[in-house]
């Protein structure tokens, strides 16, 4: 079945450390974000991808990092520099220079201790 | 920068009647405009979706009406159910030419009493 995982479900981090979430996908998308959800805030973007070995900040990409060295991939490190990290983190993905729709996977529930 | 306002946050209804849920957005380079359904502790997942070269379009019991002159655009949801309870999320296409970015509305938390 075609689809995008996170892993995993739920995290849990102490003050100071980094974690990398973990997405993946096999719709064979080109395009991946990364999206940060909290109560009554809707889903705000922190960084996207259209292509392999390119991605841009979106709107809260501060103490946040990405990588995309593989189509299917994209994880996202949260460095001690995020102040505020607990929250719950959705991945899509969507085809490239399409009408934007977007592909969501489960999320991961991140708290910090 | 794309800004989309969604009202109201929260909408309470009996089971049968209509909720709709309204959005505006300020700008666009591209027409098309979805919303998303999110159960508790899930992703999100595409509901419906409208490109406004028509004003209105129905699947099923979820019915998205547009107009383009106001900014706005609207869900609908005939004769709703119990399990339709869940948060409602509209987005929009930026104003720029960040192709493939959504920006979103802060989301309606929807409750169908049996």
């Known amino acids: 079945d075609g689809g995008i995982t996170q892993s995993p479900k739920y995290l849990f981090r102490k003050e100071g450390q980094n974690v990398t979430l973990s997405c993946e996908q096999n719709?064979?998308?080109?395009?991946m974000y990364w999206y940060r959800q909290d109560p009554g805030q809707g889903l705000r973007l922190i960084y996207y991808?259209?292509?392999?070995?390119?991605?841009q900040k979106g709107d809260i990409a501060e103490g946040y990092s990405v990588s995309r060295e593989k189509k299917e991939s994209f994880p996202l490190t949260v460095t001690s520099a995020q102040k505020n990290p607990t929250a719950f983190y959705l991945c899509?993905?969507?085809?490239?220079?399409?009408?934007?729709?977007?592909?969501f996977g489960p999320g991961t529930r991140l708290t910090v201790l | 920068q794309q800004q989309v306002k969604q009202s109201p946050q929260s909408l309470i209804v009996q089971k049968g009647g209509i909720p709709i849920i309204n959005c505006a957005y300020e700008?666009?380079?591209?027409?098309?405009f979805p919303w998303y359904q999110q159960f508790p502790g899930k992703g999100p997942a595409l509901l419906i979706a409208?490109?406004?070269?028509?004003s209105e379009k129905k699947e099923g019991r979820f019915t998205i009406s547009f107009n383009k002159s106001a900014k706005q655009f609207s869900l609908h949801i005939m004769d709703s159910q119990p399990g339709d309870s869940a948060t409602y999320f509209c987005?929009?296409?930026?104003?720029?030419?960040?192709?493939?970015?959504?920006?979103f509305g802060q989301g309606t938390i929807l409750t169908v009493h049996p």
């Open positions: 700008n666009t380079a591209f027409d098309y």
């Open positions: 719709l064979n998308h080109d395009a």
């Open positions: 409208i490109r406004p070269d028509v």
């Open positions: 899509a993905s969507s085809i490239q220079r399409s009408y934007n729709e977007q592909f």
């Open positions: 987005a929009a296409p930026p104003g720029g030419t960040s192709y493939g970015k959504l920006t």
């Open positions: 991808s259209q292509i392999v070995n390119d991605f």
